[in-house]
């Protein structure tokens, strides 16, 4: 083995240190602490006989998968264990860890708890700090064939070759999906973003072999009577100073041992960001790490949701005592000994010269009978009594032990197996133990699993009643096995059936991933958007928002969840069995991979049953129905499956008419139907995520999804003035207009989805109605306030619906968020009330039939000239009627912003050279100013005051398209 020996000199403390690995040694996944305690066993000897020579010929680059021990080199001879390193394997994409509810990263108690017994108990050679504990550190790294394709890519690495072999030799898992790379990003500020060669530029001087890292750090101590231990994972942030350059491994090692948990609050963390990569850390072999602020799942998924989710771990408390105390226990212990079979034998010598009567021996307990396949020498015997022991419990709900069924002693009737599929049964059985905390009370004092339960109970039957098994019941007839006997006890226990229930348990974890992504699927598409059509670009609006919210839905996920999301959301719950639940979506790539482990195990197989027969039941129902079987009170139902019980049912939930930001209605669906019944639009959805208004358990489910991955896009320009003019919720749609017609670019303008959409949703297009005095009815307080005209005439009393850009000229007017040019905007400057008008006094809704604009354009336009001949009024008409045809061009995505001026002053010919009629159907504004438009025209020749002012209005209209033309920037950020 090649040995890589990195030096740092430390001119603190006159030391040279270096780092060495040794190894690798087997790691395997499910048996962690025995791995790493034959490791430290090998090094420990090498370490107490002095054999420094066998650890330098096995010091090695850490490029193979295995366990490597971290050894500190501090002088010629002088070495001492440092800690564990990890290097993953292919296995670790089954045998891995999912992510949730995990906390800390996965392996390190393990290893820590191996290093306890190993250093402690076999007084291995370790270096301690100054105040006499041990700081280990345990390094968790992912390869780069694994890092690549993680959601935590190492930054600035070319695409792998998709036909290019997998590492090892083996078949590619191209099954495998990387997730969105934004949820990562990298430490340093100044790369550029969404340029990948740019990006590969700046890391050009880092090896191409990068891996991702996760550093964590043990505490240790030994107070001769009581072991403690406990350990965090080392925040990226310690490492990072901002260069691209590999930080030495000497330097990084020693900061990591000597940083403490309670410094972790000055080191400068930016959670809002999500999680990141740091500074790349020098490896041994050429390569480097990036130190990842979570760890990666199996699915190469990032774990925890956010960073500071990752919490400290503890070891278990141990009780020990030093070797002198136990010497002196062991000589007590022996002397009381020899004193006992001393005073034993003589009382013994006594009792033997007594004659008694001669007793027969009591026959032995008949040991457990031979397991040739599981429990029984006929395999399908056992099948055959544990599907049926799985249907009774799944069915049977909380009388699951009335009489005996199937093989039990005395069972009058046996089920008929009609071959039908128990996959989703059994499986309802494990989650109802693992997640509902549902067990079976057999006896006042003894519970199980129902899942353990049917195991056991089937392998008692099978074998015979075996007295040792029997669980000892009183005045019921049913007679039981111990569960714990049969899978717990290290003499009773069966192996073959060990094993087997460890075969199931797996595979339904798989299930259960499964199930509820489909749920999950479902749920979201009754909530939020509509059916997505075969392409983005034939999306409506609703389905573009279904589909961008999905995505952010998916933030993690593995490619089984997204598989069985998308066909939740996209097909409902109609699949009859486990193989085909989420194979019906274009993004399965090979659906054989997917079970290659759950089609090992025969009885998960004999579980699936016959194709076709049987049940009708979806799996879903089956699963739903055979978990929640019960009408216990204290039966725990996690938020998503209690949300399926309820759309389920068609009930729903009574939470009443929920109201979130802005006094939008929150929807609350009642039942499934995944062609959207909630939130259709983007307002809709930001009005129910931002707020903290109750609207049941669906709602808190996919707020909870969201919340680390969806960003509200409204308001789109800024914070709104709850106590301000307009209304807060008309001050909304304002911002709505001015984005939708580019008049000001939204903070998230890029990510608006459902512009039409939510315009719409402001917009009104009903008759205002007004009273006998001419006073307009308030209307659409208390909910999104919306935008509308004051008045709007074809003839009197005949209501000519407006154009969308004709109600959000006047609104944004009204709300000065029209371009700031000199002078204002409108000609005398006037206040937004003034010029708008309330509908009620008081009432904060603009469009009243008291504002300027509104009196002066109902005058021109039937010719009333004697009343408002004054500039000002001709202007304020101008303002509106120029501004509306403003709004057509800049709203119009086929017309290039350079050409804004040019059209629209094509559009106000063409509206000038219009018959009266003609105006009055389109653009029923600028009817009051028709014959002043064209200066060639007789009332502009004579009523020069009027003519001035619409000039005045027209200036300045040019002047605010010319500046949105140059000033306004074309992409998301604002002004």
Same mark, same amino acid.
């Given at each position: 083995?090649v040995?890589?020996?990195?030096?740092?000199?430390?001119?603190?403390? %006159?030391?040279?240190?270096?780092?060495?690995?040794?190894?690798?040694?087997?790691?395997?996944?499910?048996t962690v602490?025995a791995?790493?305690?034959?490791?430290? $066993?090998?090094?420990?000897?090498?370490l107490?006989?002095?054999?420094?020579?066998?650890?330098?010929?096995q010091?090695?680059?850490g490029?193979?998968?295995?366990l490597y021990?971290?050894?500190?080199?501090?002088?010629?001879?002088d070495? +001492?264990?440092a800690g564990?390193?990890?290097?993953? +394997?292919?296995?670790?994409?089954a045998l891995?860890?999912?992510?949730?509810?995990?906390r800390?990263?996965?392996f390190v108690?393990?290893?820590?708890d191996?290093a306890?017994e190993? &250093?402690w108990?076999?007084?291995?050679?370790?270096?301690?700090?100054a105040?006499?504990?041990?700081?280990?550190?345990v390094?968790?790294?992912?390869?780069?064939?694994l890092?690549?394709?993680?959601?935590?890519a190492?930054?600035?690495?070319?695409?792998?070759?998709?036909g290019?072999e997998f590492?090892g030799?083996?078949?590619?898992?191209?099954?495998?999906?990387?997730?969105?790379?934004?949820?990562v990003?990298?430490?340093q500020s100044d790369i550029?973003s969404?340029?990948?060669?740019?990006?590969?530029?700046?890391?050009a001087?880092?090896?191409?072999? !990068?891996?991702?890292?996760?550093?964590?750090?043990?505490?240790l101590?030994?107070?001769?009577?009581?072991?403690?231990?406990s350990?965090f994972?080392v925040?990226?942030?310690l490492f990072d100073d901002?260069?691209?350059?590999? #930080?030495?491994?000497?330097?990084?090692?020693d900061?990591?041992?000597?940083?403490?948990?309670e410094?972790?609050?000055?080191?400068? =963390?930016?959670?809002?960001? %999500?999680?990141?990569?740091?500074?790349?850390?020098?490896?041994?072999?050429?390569?480097?790490?990036f130190h990842?602020?979570?760890?990666?799942?199996?699915?190469l998924?990032i774990w925890?949701?956010r960073?500071?989710?990752v919490?400290?771990?503890?070891?278990?408390d141990r009780? &020990?005592q030093?070797?002198?105390?136990?010497?002196?226990?062991?000589a007590?212990?022996?002397s009381?000994?020899?004193?006992?079979?001393?005073l034993?034998f003589? $009382?013994g010598?006594?009792?033997?010269?007594e004659?008694?009567?001669e007793?027969?021996a009591p026959?032995p307990?008949?040991a457990?009978?031979?397991?040739m396949?599981?429990?029984?020498?006929e395999?399908q015997?056992?099948?055959?009594?544990?599907?049926?022991?799985?249907?009774h419990?799944a069915?049977? @709900?909380?009388?699951?032990?009335? @009489?005996?069924?199937c093989?039990?002693?005395?069972?009058t009737?046996?089920?008929?197996?009609?071959?039908?599929?128990?996959?989703?049964?059994?499986?309802?059985?494990?989650a109802?133990?693992?997640?509902?905390?549902?067990?079976?009370g057999?006896t006042?004092s003894v519970?199980?699993?129902?899942a353990?339960?049917a195991?056991?109970q089937?392998?008692?039957?099978?074998?015979?009643h075996?007295?040792?098994?029997?669980?000892?019941?009183?005045?019921?007839?049913?007679r039981?096995?111990?569960?714990?006997s049969?899978?717990e006890?290290?003499?009773?226990?069966?192996?073959?059936?060990?094993?087997?229930?460890?075969?199931?348990l797996?595979? *339904?974890?798989?299930? !259960?991933?499964?199930?509820d992504?489909m749920?999950a699927?479902?749920?979201f598409?009754t909530? /939020?958007? %509509?059916?997505?059509?075969?392409?983005?670009?034939?999306?409506?609006g609703a389905?573009?928002?279904?589909?961008?919210?999905? +995505?952010?839905?998916?933030?993690g996920?593995t490619?089984?969840?997204r598989t *069985?999301?998308?066909?939740?959301?996209?097909? %409902?719950?109609?699949a009859?069995?486990?193989?085909?639940? *989420?194979?019906?979506?274009?993004?399965?790539?090979?659906?054989d991979?997917?079970?290659?482990?759950?089609?090992?195990?025969k009885?998960? &197989? #004999?579980?699936?049953?016959e194709? @076709?027969?049987?049940?009708r039941?979806? /799996?879903i129902?089956?699963?739903?129905?055979a978990?929640?079987?019960t009408?216990?009170n204290?039966?725990?139902?996690?938020?998503?499956?209690?949300?399926?019980?309820?759309?389920?049912?068609?009930?729903?939930?009574?939470?009443?008419?929920?109201v979130?930001?802005?006094d939008i209605?929150?929807?609350?669906?009642?039942?499934?139907d995944i062609?959207?019944?909630?939130?259709?639009?983007?307002l809709t959805?930001? $009005?129910?995520t +931002?707020?903290?208004?109750? $609207?049941g358990i669906?709602?808190?489910?996919?707020?909870?999804?969201?919340e680390?991955?969806?960003q509200?896009?409204?308001?789109?320009?800024?914070?709104?003035?709850?106590d301000g003019?307009p209304?807060?919720?008309?001050?909304?749609c304002?911002?709505?207009c001015?984005?939708?017609f580019?008049?000001?670019?939204?903070?998230?303008?890029?990510?608006?989805?459902?512009?039409?959409?939510?315009?719409?949703?402001?917009?009104?297009?009903?008759?205002?109605?007004t009273?006998?005095?001419?006073?307009?009815? =308030?209307?659409?307080?208390?909910r999104?306030? #919306?935008?509308r005209?004051p008045?709007?005439?074809r003839?009197?009393?005949?209501w000519?619906?407006?154009?969308?850009s004709?109600?959000?000229?006047?609104?944004?007017?009204a709300?000065?968020l029209?371009p700031?040019i000199?002078?204002?905007?409108?000609?005398?400057?006037?206040?937004?009330?003034?010029?708008?008008g309330e509908t009620e006094k008081?009432?904060r809704?603009?469009g009243?039939?008291?504002?300027?604009?509104?009196?002066? /354009?109902?005058?021109?336009s039937?010719g009333?000239?004697?009343?408002? #001949?004054?500039?000002?009024?001709?202007?304020?008409v101008?303002?509106?009627?120029?501004?509306?045809?403003?709004?057509?061009?800049?709203?119009?995505?086929?017309i290039?912003?350079?050409r804004w001026?040019?059209?629209?002053?094509e559009?106000?010919e063409?509206?000038?050279?219009m018959?009266?009629?003609?105006m009055?159907?389109?653009?029923p504004?600028?009817?009051?100013?028709?014959?002043?438009?064209?200066a060639?025209?007789e009332?502009?020749?004579?009523?020069?005051t009027?003519?001035?002012?619409?000039?005045?209005?027209?200036?300045?209209?040019?002047?605010?398209?010319?500046?949105?033309?140059?000033?306004v920037?074309a992409?998301?950020?604002?002004e």
């Amino acid at each position: 083995m090649v040995m890589t020996e990195h030096r740092y000199a430390d001119e603190f403390l %006159g030391r040279i240190v270096s780092y060495q690995l040794v190894g690798p040694y087997v790691f395997d996944i499910k048996t962690v602490v025995a791995c790493g305690r034959a490791a430290l $066993a090998h090094v420990g000897e090498a370490l107490r006989t002095g054999n420094v020579a066998e650890l330098i010929d096995q010091a090695v680059t850490g490029t193979d998968p295995g366990l490597y021990v971290c050894l500190e080199h501090d002088g010629d001879d002088d070495y +001492s264990i440092a800690g564990f390193w990890i290097v993953q +394997s292919v296995d670790y994409l089954a045998l891995g860890p999912a992510g949730p509810p995990d906390r800390v990263p996965p392996f390190v108690q393990d290893l820590l708890d191996a290093a306890t017994e190993e &250093v402690w108990w076999q007084s291995l050679k370790v270096s301690l700090a100054a105040d006499g504990s041990w700081r280990p550190v345990v390094l968790l790294e992912w390869p780069s064939y694994l890092a690549n394709r993680s959601a935590a890519a190492p930054p600035g690495v070319p695409f792998d070759d998709p036909g290019a072999e997998f590492h090892g030799g083996s078949e590619r898992e191209t099954w495998l999906e990387s997730v969105d790379g934004a949820q990562v990003a990298p430490a340093q500020s100044d790369i550029p973003s969404g340029d990948f060669e740019k990006e590969y530029d700046h890391y050009a001087g880092v090896p191409d072999a !990068r891996s991702v890292i996760v550093l964590a750090r043990g505490t240790l101590t030994h107070d001769g009577r009581l072991h403690r231990g406990s350990f965090f994972m080392v925040p990226p942030e310690l490492f990072d100073d901002g260069t691209t350059s590999p #930080k030495p491994l000497e330097e990084w090692m020693d900061e990591a041992r000597e940083f403490i948990a309670e410094d972790m609050e000055a080191v400068d =963390r930016d959670e809002e960001q %999500g999680h990141k990569l740091g500074r790349p850390l020098q490896l041994p072999g050429g390569r480097v790490g990036f130190h990842a602020s979570g760890w990666l799942t199996k699915g190469l998924g990032i774990w925890p949701a956010r960073p500071d989710d990752v919490a400290i771990g503890y070891l278990t408390d141990r009780v &020990v005592q030093q070797k002198w105390i136990s010497q002196a226990r062991l000589a007590a212990a022996s002397s009381l000994l020899v004193l006992t079979t001393v005073l034993s034998f003589t $009382a013994g010598v006594r009792w033997l010269s007594e004659p008694t009567p001669e007793e027969i021996a009591p026959p032995p307990a008949p040991a457990a009978q031979p397991s040739m396949s599981v429990c029984s020498a006929e395999y399908q015997e056992f099948v055959d009594e544990f599907r049926c022991q799985i249907a009774h419990l799944a069915s049977a @709900g909380d009388n699951y032990d009335v @009489g005996p069924v199937c093989g039990d002693k005395g069972a009058t009737s046996r089920w008929e197996d009609d071959g039908r599929d128990l996959q989703a049964e059994f499986c309802a059985l494990v989650a109802r133990g693992e997640e509902d905390k549902w067990i079976a009370g057999l006896t006042p004092s003894v519970n199980s699993s129902f899942a353990d339960f049917a195991a056991s109970q089937a392998c008692f039957n099978v074998l015979g009643h075996p007295q040792p098994y029997t669980l000892v019941r009183s005045g019921e007839a049913r007679r039981l096995g111990r569960p714990s006997s049969f899978i717990e006890d290290p003499e009773l226990g069966i192996q073959p059936l060990i094993q087997l229930r460890q075969e199931l348990l797996e595979s *339904c974890e798989v299930y !259960r991933e499964r199930t509820d992504s489909m749920v999950a699927g479902g749920i979201f598409a009754t909530h /939020v958007g %509509g059916p997505m059509a075969r392409s983005p670009e034939n999306d409506s609006g609703a389905g573009a928002l279904r589909r961008e919210i999905a +995505s952010k839905a998916l933030v993690g996920a593995t490619a089984d969840t997204r598989t *069985c999301f998308h066909r939740g959301m996209e097909a %409902g719950f109609d699949a009859a069995r486990y193989e085909g639940m *989420c194979l019906d979506t274009a993004e399965v790539v090979d659906p054989d991979r997917m079970d290659v482990k759950a089609a090992r195990s025969k009885m998960w &197989v #004999k579980l699936g049953g016959e194709p @076709g027969v049987g049940d009708r039941r979806s /799996v879903i129902r089956r699963y739903a129905d055979a978990r929640f079987n019960t009408d216990r009170n204290d039966v725990k139902v996690d938020d998503l499956w209690q949300c399926h019980l309820g759309l389920e049912s068609g009930k729903g939930f009574d939470v009443g008419r929920p109201v979130g930001s802005w006094d939008i209605a929150i929807p609350v669906p009642e039942a499934y139907d995944i062609r959207g019944k909630g939130a259709r639009t983007q307002l809709t959805l930001d $009005a129910v995520t +931002s707020s903290e208004s109750e $609207a049941g358990i669906c709602w808190s489910v996919l707020r909870q999804r969201l919340e680390s991955s969806y960003q509200e896009v409204h308001p789109l320009l800024g914070d709104l003035e709850p106590d301000g003019w307009p209304s807060a919720e008309q001050q909304l749609c304002g911002q709505i207009c001015a984005s939708r017609f580019n008049v000001k670019l939204g903070i998230n303008h890029e990510a608006w989805i459902t512009r039409e959409e939510d315009l719409a949703q402001c917009v009104s297009g009903t008759e205002p109605r007004t009273d006998s005095a001419g006073r307009g009815e =308030r209307i659409g307080a208390g909910r999104l306030d #919306k935008l509308r005209l004051p008045w709007s005439y074809r003839r009197r009393d005949d209501w000519t619906p407006p154009m969308q850009s004709q109600v959000c000229a006047f609104n944004l007017v009204a709300q000065n968020l029209m371009p700031e040019i000199e002078g204002g905007y409108t000609v005398a400057a006037l206040e937004g009330k003034e010029f708008a008008g309330e509908t009620e006094k008081g009432s904060r809704i603009a469009g009243g039939m008291d504002g300027q604009a509104a009196r002066y /354009v109902e005058g021109l336009s039937f010719g009333r000239l004697s009343a408002i #001949k004054s500039q000002e009024a001709c202007a304020n008409v101008a303002t509106q009627c120029y501004s509306s045809l403003m709004l057509e061009i800049t709203g119009n995505e086929d017309i290039e912003r350079y050409r804004w001026r040019e059209a629209w002053t094509e559009k106000v010919e063409e509206v000038a050279k219009m018959r009266r009629s003609e105006m009055l159907d389109s653009n029923p504004w600028c009817v009051g100013i028709r014959d002043y438009m064209d200066a060639g025209r007789e009332p502009a020749q004579l009523d020069t005051t009027c003519y001035v002012g619409i000039m005045e209005a027209r200036k300045k209209t040019i002047e605010a398209i010319e500046y949105l033309q140059t000033e306004v920037v074309a992409s998301n950020g604002g002004e």
